[in-house]
C-alpha cells in the first residue's frame, strides 16, 4: 500500500530509484568532467575577451593620438597661412621677392643682407612666432631659392637637403608640414652648443601676389621634441605603452619612451643631449634584448618588425597575439599609415603587462576549479546520503497520506511550481482538489501572490467563481489551499478537442462567466487575465456546462490602482493572445471593460477556433490589439454568425474602452437580446456530456481539474503563450 502511494504521488517506481542508486557513484565522475570541460570553455572565452578588450584599448589610444595629431596639424598649417596673409608679412615678401627677381646677382653680395626689407620682415615675423612658438623662418622665392631666414648664412641658398618634402606642396599651393628630418645646418643642441643633424620640422604655406600666383613660401620652423613628440606622450597606456611615429625607411620619427633602455641596449648614442628620434631604426633583433639575449644579424641587416613591415606596406592592423618591437621585447600592437603625412603610428604594449590579468585568473580558475571539483565530490556525497534520507521521508509521506484535515487521494495534475492533489475532508468526505506550491521551485513573492490570490477568490461567493474552502502551511513550510473538485475541462482544451462551439452554447457560457465577473466589478475588482484557460466548464450535482471563473492571481482593485507590487502594477500584465489595448498602453488605467475585451477575445475564440489575432511573436501580437481590427467572425469562422452576436461580440474588441459595453450587465442584456439567446437547453448540455465525456469516464484524460500548469505569472515574456 504505501509502495503504490509512493508511486502515485511521487512519479517514481522501485526499479527507477533502484537504477537511479546504481548510478550515483557515478556522478561524482561525470561531474568532474563537466566542471573541467566548462572551467575550461570559460577560460578560453575570457581569454578571447580580455584579447578583445586589449585591442579596443590600443586602437583607442592610437585613434586618440592619431586624432590629436592631425589637429595639432590642422592647426598649424592654419596658422602659419593667417600670418602669411597678414598685409604686413605678404607685402614685404612680395617687394623683396620682386627686387629680388630683377637683380638675382645682389643676393649673392652682402648689400642683400643689409636691405632693409630683411629687416623689416624680420620684425614682422616676431610676434607671429612668439605666439605660435616657432624656433626660426625661412622664406623661399618661386625657385626654390632662400629669400630670407632666421639665419644669415642661409638666405641665398637653393635647395636645402630635407625640405622638399614640405617645399614643393607649398610651391603647388597647399598648406603642409613636414616630418621630423635631421637638420643640415647647425642648430641649437638644447646644451649650449650647436650641431648639425638635430631633428627639425617645417610648417609651410604659400605666400600669393596681387595677381593670386604663388610669389614665394614661408616657412616656420619647429621643434619636434615639443608639440611633435608629446602629442604622441599623452595617452600612454600602462606602464610599458607607446604611441610613436615612424618614416618610409622605418626610422622612428618621435621620442621613445625606452630611450635610457636602448643607452644601455647600445641602441642609440649615449651621448648628452642624444635623442631617440631618428637614431632608431624599427628592426626586430630576433631576441629580448633587454633580458641579456644577444642578436645575430647587424643592426641594419635585421629584418622590420612585423608592425613596421605591415605599416610601411600601407595597411592599419592590429597583432594581439604578440610580435617582437624593435628592443625584441614581445609586444602587442595596433598601427596605421597617414599616406597624407607620408609616416606611421603605432601603439604598442608590452605582451606580459597586457595580459598581466590573465595570468591571475588562469591561477584563480585553477584554484577555483580544484573547490569546485571538490565540492563536486562532496555533493555526490551528500547526495547518496540524502537520497537515503529522502527514501525514508516519502516511506512517512506513505504512511501519513495526510494534508491537515484533508486526506490525499491521488496527484491530478502537476506544474512547474506545484502539485494538484484529489482529496477529501476527513471528516466530511467531501471530494476536494488540494494545490500545493514546491518551495523549491518559487519564491516568497510568488507564495504571496497565492495567498493573495486565494483571499481575494474566498471574498466571492457567485455560483461561476470557484469556491475556495482552506488555505495553509505543511510543517515544513509548504503552501497550499484547498478548493472545489471541478471534474470537467477548460474552454481551451473543450475547442481543441471538440472545435468551435455553436452560438446558443457560446452565448449560455458566455452568460455565466459574464456574471461571475459582475459580482467581481461591483466589489471594484478587475481580472485582468480572462482566458479560456481560466474558465472551467464542468458538471456537478445534476447541472451541466456550469461555467466557473479560475485563477484571481492578477486581480487589481479599482480603488487602489497603485496598491501592491504583488500585481505589478505599471508593468504588462495578461496573456498576449487576450490582452487589451489598453493593458498595453497604460496598464495602471485598466478597469472593468479591459474585462470586457478579453472575454471579448474569448468568445471570438469559442465561436471560430482561432484567436483573433496570431503572430510568430508576443510583439507582433500586442501590435495588432493596438492597431488592427480582427476578421469578421463569420469569415474567420467559415460559418455565418448571426449578425446581432457578430456586431456584439465586435462591439467589445473595440479598441477604446468607451465603445464597449460598459459593465458586464450591459453586456449580459445584451447577449440576452440575441437570437441565439436560451437555445442551449438543460437537456443539450446534459446530452453532450453523455455522449462526449461521462461514457468514457473510465479515461482519465477525458477529465480534469484546476491545474497549476495553468498558472501564470502575469508578465509578458518573450515566448507566444498558446491559446
Same mark, same amino acid.
Given at each position: ?19 537511479? &542508486?546504481?548510478?550515483?557513484?557515478? /556522478? ?58 597678414? %598685409? ?21 653680395? +652682402? ?68 616630418? %621630423?628630418?635631421? +637638420? ?72 621613445? !619612451? ?40 647587424? !643592426?641594419?641587416?635585421?629584418? /622590420? ?33 597617414? +599616406? ?122 457567485? %455560483? ?121 498602453? !497604460? ?70 474602452? !468607451?465603445? &464597449? ?27 453532450? /456530456? ?10 482519465? +484524460? ?22
Amino acid at each position: 500500500m504505501g509502495l503504490a502511494f509512493l508511486t502515485s504521488q511521487f512519479g517514481v517506481n522501485s526499479k527507477v530509484l533502484s537504477r537511479m &542508486r546504481r548510478r550515483l557513484w557515478s /556522478w561524482p565522475i561525470f561531474v568532474v568532467l563537466l566542471l573541467l570541460v566548462s572551467g575550461w570553455w570559460g577560460l578560453r572565452r575570457l581569454e578571447s575577451s580580455t584579447r578583445q578588450l586589449v585591442g579596443t584599448n590600443l586602437q583607442t589610444v592610437l585613434n586618440a593620438d592619431i586624432t590629436a595629431l592631425r589637429l595639432w596639424v590642422e592647426h598649424e598649417t592654419s596658422m602659419v597661412s593667417v600670418a602669411a596673409n597678414d %598685409p604686413q608679412v605678404r607685402d614685404t615678401i612680395v617687394e623683396m621677392n620682386r627686387n629680388w627677381s630683377r637683380n638675382p646677382e645682389d643676393s649673392k653680395s +652682402s648689400d642683400w643682407l643689409r636691405d632693409p626689407l630683411l629687416g623689416k620682415l624680420a620684425d614682422a615675423l616676431i610676434p607671429w612666432q612668439l605666439e605660435f612658438g616657432h624656433d626660426g623662418y625661412l622664406v623661399y622665392d618661386a625657385e626654390g631659392r632662400v629669400l630670407a631666414a632666421n639665419l644669415e648664412e642661409l638666405v641665398g641658398r637653393e635647395r636645402i637637403a630635407g625640405h622638399e618634402s614640405y617645399l614643393l606642396p607649398a610651391m603647388g599651393g597647399e598648406s603642409t608640414l613636414s616630418r %621630423p628630418f635631421p +637638420s643640415a645646418v647647425l642648430l641649437p643642441d638644447g646644451l649650449g652648443g650647436v650641431r648639425a643633424g638635430m631633428p627639425t620640422m617645417f610648417v609651410a604655406t604659400p605666400v600669393r601676389d596681387e595677381a593670386g600666383s604663388v610669389a614665394a613660401v614661408l616657412a616656420f620652423r619647429l621643434d619636434p621634441k615639443r608639440e611633435f613628440s608629446e602629442i604622441l606622450t599623452v595617452a600612454r597606456p600602462g606602464e610599458s605603452g607607446e604611441t610613436y611615429a615612424f618614416d618610409r625607411q622605418g626610422v622612428m620619427i618621435s621620442a621613445s !619612451r625606452f630611450e635610457s633602455q636602448l643607452r644601455d641596449l647600445s641602441l642609440m648614442s649615449d651621448g648628452e643631449g642624444a635623442t631617440s628620434m631618428l637614431s632608431v631604426e624599427i628592426r626586430d633583433p630576433g631576441v629580448d634584448l633587454t633580458r641579456g639575449g644577444r642578436a645575430t644579424l647587424r !643592426r641594419n641587416k635585421q629584418p /622590420w618588425t612585423e608592425m613596421a613591415t605591415s605599416a610601411i606596406a600601407g595597411e592599419a592592423g592590429q597583432n594581439l597575439r604578440g610580435y617582437r618591437d624593435y628592443r625584441g621585447v614581445p609586444v602587442v600592437g595596433a598601427w596605421q599609415w597617414l +599616406s597624407d603625412m607620408d609616416m606611421g603610428v603605432a601603439t604598442e604594449l608590452d605582451l606580459a603587462e597586457a595580459y598581466r590579468p590573465m595570468q591571475v585568473v588562469r591561477t584563480s580558475y585553477a584554484i577555483l576549479m580544484s573547490i569546485l571539483v571538490g565540492l563536486g565530490i562532496a555533493s555526490q556525497v551528500w547526495l547518496v546520503l540524502a537520497s537515503r534520507w529522502q527514501q525514508a521521508a516519502y516511506r512517512a509521506v506513505a504512511e501519513a497520506k495526510t494534508l491537515g484535515q484533508y486526506a490525499l487521494d491521488e496527484q491530478i495534475g502537476e506544474g512547474g511550481m506545484g502539485v494538484v492533489y484529489r482529496a477529501h475532508h476527513a471528516l466530511l468526505q467531501r471530494p476536494t482538489a488540494v494545490k500545493l506550491l514546491r518551495e523549491d521551485k518559487v519564491d516568497e513573492a510568488t507564495v504571496r501572490r497565492f495567498e493573495r490570490e486565494v483571499r481575494t477568490t474566498s471574498k466571492l461567493g457567485h %455560483p461561476n467563481t470557484v469556491a475556495i474552502y482552506d488555505y495553509g502551511r505543511t510543517p515544513e513550510g509548504v503552501f497550499y489551499y484547498a478548493m472545489e473538485y471541478l471534474p470537467g475541462m477548460t474552454l481551451d482544451r473543450m475547442v481543441e478537442r471538440f472545435g468551435p462551439l455553436p452560438e446558443r452554447r457560446a452565448i449560455h457560457l458566455l452568460r455565466q462567466v459574464c456574471g461571475s465577473l459582475n459580482e467581481a466589478h461591483q466589489m471594484g475588482l478587475v481580472h485582468r487575465d480572462i482566458k479560456p484557460s481560466n474558465i472551467m466548464v464542468t458538471y456537478v450535482g445534476g447541472l451541466y456546462d456550469l461555467a466557473k471563473v479560475l485563477d484571481f492571481g492578477l486581480v487589481k482593485s479599482c480603488d487602489e490602482p497603485e496598491n501592491s507590487h504583488l500585481t505589478m502594477v505599471g508593468t504588462v500584465v495578461g496573456t498576449p493572445y487576450y490582452i487589451s489595448p489598453e493593458a498595453l498602453e !497604460r496598464p495602471s488605467e485598466m478597469d472593468a471593460r479591459s474585462d470586457i475585451y478579453s472575454l471579448g477575445v474569448v468568445a471570438y475564440f469559442l465561436l471560430t477556433g482561432r484567436p483573433a489575432f496570431e503572430g510568430e511573436s508576443t510583439m507582433e501580437i500586442c501590435k495588432k490589439h493596438l492597431c488592427e481590427n480582427p476578421l469578421p467572425l463569420s469569415a474567420a469562422a467559415g460559418r455565418t454568425i448571426h449578425p446581432d452576436l457578430e456586431v456584439l461580440l465586435l462591439r467589445c474588441l473595440a479598441k477604446d474602452p !468607451r465603445d &464597449r459595453p460598459q459593465t458586464v450587465r450591459q453586456l449580459m442584456r445584451e447577449l440576452d437580446d440575441c437570437e441565439a439567446a436560451f437555445e442551449w437547453t438543460d437537456q443539450d448540455a446534459e446530452l453532450w /456530456w453523455s455522449t462526449n465525456v461521462l461514457h468514457r469516464s473510465q479515461d482519465h +484524460s477525458e477529465t480534469s481539474t484546476i491545474r497549476v500548469a495553468g498558472d501564470v505569472t502575469g508578465v509578458l515574456d518573450t515566448k507566444t503563450e498558446n491559446a
